[in-house]
């Protein structure tokens, strides 16, 4: 049973592109949680999904960034037109429950140019 | 504001002692997790305490919580070179009105054991 899968692990954008994340929890979890972590800080809550559904994005600034996790395929979290201060590595985490412990993927470190 | 901070954020060791980290949060949250991150890796989870006066042991590390205090601790007993890392405490908020999985963490504190 393969953990959380994240990809690219790695991404280099200049500003003005689009970044696009892919998350693919553990076989049977469907629920998603994404967070951002900046250099030398803890991990920032950005969203939480459960198939289909946003259950709460109070994390995620309102413009610029969107997540979805669809019927079928990974969650996605998608910054358009990205700045430098957007540059950081962004976890994502799944969950079989809400009451059961979540589990942490290796994470995408997006570099803005 | 919901606020979880963890002391001391730097930690160097030498090796065979003993040290506590610790980690106040200031929700009712009684659900709290320490986590392990290497550099440029993922968060290994450590523990998770469900309760007040919750202990678990792993190894050398040993974790405690007082919902009462809203504190909790990570004590490393006769460190050893392979538990360099930075540790992190984290508070779910649902009890504050988040959702679970919405975790507050604190900055970590990296912890350097030094022959």
């Known amino acids: 049973n393969a953990g959380v899968m994240q990809n690219p692990r790695h991404l280099v954008r200049r500003r003005g592109q689009e970044a696009r994340l892919r998350c693919s929890p553990m076989?049977?979890?469907?629920?998603v949680y994404w967070y951002r972590q900046l250099p030398e800080e803890g991990l920032k809550f950005m969203v939480y999904l459960q198939k289909e559904n946003i259950i709460d994005e109070s994390g995620m600034p309102k413009e610029r960034f969107s997540a979805e996790f669809p019927k079928e395929g990974p969650s996605i979290l998608r910054i358009q037109q990205v700045v430098r201060g957007d540059s950081a590595a962004y976890f994502c985490?799944?969950?079989?429950?809400?009451?059961?412990?979540?589990?942490f993927g290796q994470g995408t470190r997006l570099t803005v140019v | 504001e919901l606020k979880v901070e963890q002391n001391p954020l730097f930690l160097s060791m030498q090796e065979g002692k003993n040290y506590t980290i610790y980690c106040n949060y200031s929700?009712?949250?009684?659900?709290l997790y320490w986590y392990r991150q290497d550099p440029g890796k993922s968060l290994e989870s450590l523990f998770v305490l469900l309760s007040n006066g919750a202990v678990k042991q792993e190894g050398r590390l040993m974790a405690s919580l007082d919902t009462k205090a809203r504190l909790s601790t990570l004590h490393i007993t006769a460190a050893v070179h392979d538990l360099s890392a930075t540790y992190f405490c984290?508070?779910?908020?649902?009890?504050?009105?988040?959702?679970?999985?919405?975790?507050?963490f604190g900055k970590g504190t990296k912890l350097s054991v030094k022959p």
């Open positions: 929700t009712t949250s009684d659900r």
């Open positions: 076989k049977g979890h469907s629920h």
């Open positions: 984290a508070v779910d908020t649902e009890d504050y009105g988040g959702s679970q999985g919405n975790l507050i």
């Open positions: 985490a799944s969950s079989y429950r809400t009451d059961t412990e979540a589990f």
